[in-house]
């Protein structure tokens, strides 16, 4: 660890750590309603479970996000952090607002109320002081974190993330606006929604996974931008237009049809970009880096979004597939891969590698880390699958041949049991993941052959960090 204040994201990790397996019990819960509907229906019914599911997923990205910049800011920058104390300031903002949204959901507190009860927007329900708090959060962050980049070095990363991470905050302030015409409301809500997971997170994506590929492969920076600026030029041509695949049966003029089915179909290539960038990147490395985990998991990254966003978000894009998908079991395979590729193994590949280095014990738990990996990795494909093919049958029954939902939801009952078993692998990948990070035993790791010859010739020699 070069400075002090990259200590900062420790703290960072740590709580998006615990929300993240709050955030996959919350996932099993649900799963298991599915195939037992009166399961909690008194204590906590599905629509509460469901919502602290998607917000603590949305919330322990973001704090990985700000950790992930506060780590490799100075780093970047060549310089520390600008405030320590406006970085820890922010974190409590963020923890008190999270628990206020907990407890408001959990107890259904203040209903109705504009200030302090919650809106029935999905991924938005937080009340209107919770959204605030997260504004006024946003804004500490981006003035610590832009202030260490203007004070310091400029490199096409830290650059790249910061205009990922303003793009982030100013495109939250939608939230806010809530209008009473239903298809208004949802023009305006794709835009914080679609514009944050296809548009700003993709930057802070290339970002952070350029970072890793920098550390973890010694490719040259040169050849590293030239990549990044190719990938955020892919995401944000496809990604901006692609928010109108949203709008083609909610009001919207008929000409988003077509502007939405040419442009989301282009989302496809800025992550095959990353992919391709990831695994070049690895094939022309020069170093044989100790924290293998932490290359799986960037490796992981880059595969099982292009994959789970790309492959699996095409396949149901245009508008004349949509039109009979929409809504159904399909659109939940897409959204579970996407965001476990795109963004969780992203987050997990950055905890991997920085956590070691923060705690002093590089690397560690390595095995076991990885173990995690596989096991998280194919319940999620696995689950993906199974929603795939109950999605499938779901719209033959009843898109195309009428039936009624919930007779059609009897029939996919073997699907839903399949779905909540992989569910229960991921959890416990979760929890060996949360060990391996959290447990101090140092592993002995075996040199590369490029290790052990510079071993030969320099005994005193140190693998690369």
Same mark, same amino acid.
């Not at 205009?163 to 793009?167: A, D, E, F, Y």
């Given at each position: 660890m070069k400075?002090q204040?990259?200590k900062i994201?420790?703290?960072y990790f740590a709580?998006a750590?615990?929300l993240?397996v709050?955030?996959?019990i919350?996932?099993?819960?649900v799963?298991?309603?599915?195939?037992?509907?009166?399961f909690l229906?008194?204590?906590?019914?599905?629509n509460?479970l469901r919502?602290l599911h998607?917000?603590?997923?949305?919330?322990?990205?973001?704090l990985g996000f700000?950790?992930?910049?506060y780590?490799?800011?100075?780093?970047?920058?060549e =310089?520390e952090?600008?405030?320590?104390?406006?970085?820890?300031?922010q974190?409590?903002i963020?923890?008190?607002?999270?628990l206020?949204?907990v407890v408001t959901?959990?107890?259904?507190l203040?209903?109705?109320?504009w200030l302090?009860?919650?809106?029935?927007?999905?991924?938005l329900?937080q009340?209107k002081?919770?959204?605030v708090g997260?504004?006024v959060?946003?804004?500490?962050?981006?003035?610590?974190?832009?202030m260490?980049v203007?004070?310091?070095?400029?490199?096409?990363?830290?650059t790249?993330l910061l205009?990922?991470?303003?793009?982030l905050a100013?495109l939250f302030?939608?939230?806010?606006y809530?209008p009473?015409?239903?298809a208004?409301d949802k023009?305006?809500?794709?835009?914080v929604?679609?514009?944050?997971v296809e548009g700003?997170w993709?930057?802070?994506m290339?970002?952070i996974?350029?970072?890793? %590929?920098?550390?973890?492969?010694?490719v040259? =920076?040169?050849?590293?931008?030239?990549?990044?600026?190719v990938?955020?030029a892919?995401?944000?041509?496809?990604?901006?237009?692609?928010?109108?695949?949203?709008?083609?049966?909610i009001?919207?003029?008929?000409?988003?049809?077509w502007?939405?089915?040419?442009?989301?179909?282009?989302?496809?290539?800025?992550?095959?970009?990353m992919?391709?960038?990831?695994?070049?990147m690895?094939w022309?490395g =020069?170093?044989d880096h100790?924290n293998k985990?932490a290359?799986?998991w960037?490796?992981g990254?880059?595969?099982?979004a292009?994959?789970?966003?790309?492959?699996?978000?095409?396949l149901?894009?245009l508008?004349?597939i949509?039109?009979?998908?929409?809504?159904?079991?399909?659109?939940a395979a897409h959204?579970?891969?996407?965001?476990?590729g795109a963004?969780?193994?992203?987050n997990?590949a950055i905890?991997?590698y920085a956590?070691p280095i923060?705690?002093?014990r590089d690397p560690y738990?390595?095995?076991l880390? %990885?173990?995690?990996?596989w096991?998280?990795?194919?319940g999620?494909?696995f689950?993906t699958?199974?929603l795939?093919?109950?999605?499938?049958v779901?719209?033959h029954?009843?898109?195309? %041949?009428?039936?009624?939902?919930?007779?059609?939801?009897?029939q996919?009952a073997?699907?839903y049991w399949m779905?909540?078993?992989?569910?229960?692998?991921v959890f416990?990948?979760?929890?060996?993941?949360?060990?391996?990070?959290?447990?101090?035993?140092?592993e002995v790791?075996?040199?590369?052959?490029?290790?052990?010859k510079?071993?030969?010739?320099?005994?005193?020699?140190?693998?690369?960090e």
């Open positions: 400075y204040t990259q994201a420790l703290a709580v750590l615990g993240f709050i955030q996959i919350g996932g099993l819960l799963g298991y309603v599915y195939v037992n509907p009166n229906s008194e204590i906590l019914p599905f509460i919502m998607t917000n603590s997923l949305v919330v322990w990205l973001l700000f950790g992930a910049a780590f490799l800011v100075p780093e970047e920058a =310089r952090m600008h405030s320590t104390k406006l970085a820890y300031l974190l409590i963020l923890v008190v607002g999270t206020g949204v959901y959990v107890f259904n203040f209903e109705g109320n302090l009860g919650k809106e029935g927007r999905e991924f329900e009340p002081w919770v959204k997260i504004v959060a946003a804004l500490i962050f981006l003035y610590n974190v832009s260490t203007l004070k310091g070095k400029k490199t096409a990363i830290n790249m205009l990922g991470l303003w793009g100013l302030l939608f939230a806010f809530n009473s015409n239903l208004l023009q305006y809500w794709w835009y929604i679609h514009l944050w700003v993709e930057l802070i290339a970002s996974l350029a970072y890793l %590929m920098l550390k973890l492969t010694g040259d =920076r040169e050849i590293v931008e030239k990549w990044l600026y990938i955020v892919l995401a944000l041509f496809s990604g901006i237009l692609g928010t109108g695949h949203h709008y083609f049966f009001g919207m003029p008929s000409y988003w049809l502007i939405g089915s040419i442009f989301s179909s282009l989302e496809i290539l800025p992550f095959f970009a992919m391709s960038f990831a695994f070049v690895v022309k =020069r170093r100790p985990a290359l799986l960037s490796l990254c880059a595969t099982l292009f994959f789970g966003a790309g492959v699996w978000g095409f149901h894009t508008h004349g949509n039109f009979y998908t929409h809504g159904t079991q399909i659109t959204g579970h891969l996407a965001f476990y963004y969780v193994c992203l997990i905890f991997t956590m923060l705690l002093n738990n390595q095995v880390n %990885m173990a995690a990996f096991l998280m990795s194919a999620m494909c689950m699958f199974t795939t093919f109950a999605g499938t779901q719209t029954l009843q898109r195309v %041949m009428g039936e009624y939902y919930m007779d059609v939801q009897d996919l073997l699907f779905r909540f078993f992989s569910g229960v692998a416990i990948g979760v929890l060996l993941l949360v060990y391996s990070l959290a447990v101090p035993r140092k790791v075996r040199p590369g052959p490029i290790e052990r510079r071993l030969e010739e320099d005994p005193d020699h140190m693998p690369a």
